[in-house]
């Protein structure tokens, strides 16, 4: 089984839960509560519960996964260019997690 996936700004997890169809096992993180428990329902639907390993309520410039946690980091559609406005390197550091 592939490692786990790191879905940042993860919205209702339309890009993990086709992961998941493939037998991968996904973390979601995203600034909103309501599109994290439509991703947890959407998993359920679809059976694959068991392929979603935890979602986590935060913004993405305060995600530091430890190194080697995660196989692969989707970062789709989040604009890392306001945290270079703020000074914020950690979206560079929340990439680095990948095995």
Known sequence: MPGPTLDIGSGPGVHAMELARRGHQAVLSDLSANSLDSARARFRRAGLEGHL???GH???????????????????GVDTARF???GVDRGRSAMTGTR
């Open 84 to 86: 270079a406005a703020r």
């Open 53 to 55: 390993l935890g979602t």
């Open 58 to 76: 935060s913004p993405a410039q305060h995600l530091t996964p430890p190194p080697g946690q995660f196989d692969a980091v989707l970062m789709l």
